[in-house]
């Protein structure tokens, strides 16, 4: 079963910035891949999950209102990978990100991409520390 993988998480100081990848483990037909609306969560410690931003294939990027014009998430269907660009980050920012893949059509252009339960597929997590 091909699964999602997380990379790129690490220690940072707070200004710094950290580029995340999220790619299957193997190769997804390009038609169910590009059906899927992708999601970054974060989970800190004693913590929810929280909805960090989503992307579908036609329509704009959304984004917590915490994360707005720091992060910015984007999808490149060829390569079958999706990437949060993490700038201006603070320690409140430190958590397990994870990514998702959800139905694109009931997901799209809603508020049910912050959701974790709308997402049939879930990566392992990376850890993202940012330091003061």
């Known amino acids: 079963q091909v699964q999602l993988v997380e990379s790129g998480g690490g220690s940072v100081q707070a200004g710094g910035s950290l580029r995340l990848v999220c790619a299957p483990s193997?190769?997804?037909?390009?038609?169910?891949?590009?059906?899927?609306?992708m999601g970054w969560f974060r989970q800190a410690p004693g913590k929810e999950r929280e909805g960090v931003a989503g992307i579908g294939d036609n329509g704009s990027p959304t984004y917590a209102d915490s994360v707005k014009g720091r992060f910015t998430v984007s999808k490149d269907n060829a390569k079958q990978t999706l990437y949060l660009q993490m700038s201006s980050l603070k320690p409140e920012d430190t958590a397990i990100y994870y990514c998702?893949?959800?139905?694109?059509?009931?997901?799209?252009?809603?508020?049910?991409?912050?959701?974790?339960?709308?997402?049939?597929?879930w990566g392992q997590g990376t850890q993202v520390t940012v330091s003061s």
């Open positions: 193997g190769y997804i037909d390009r038609y169910v891949y590009s059906s899927w609306y």
């Open positions: 998702a893949a959800g139905p694109r059509n009931r997901l799209a252009g809603t508020s049910a991409w912050r959701e974790p339960t709308a997402y049939f597929e």
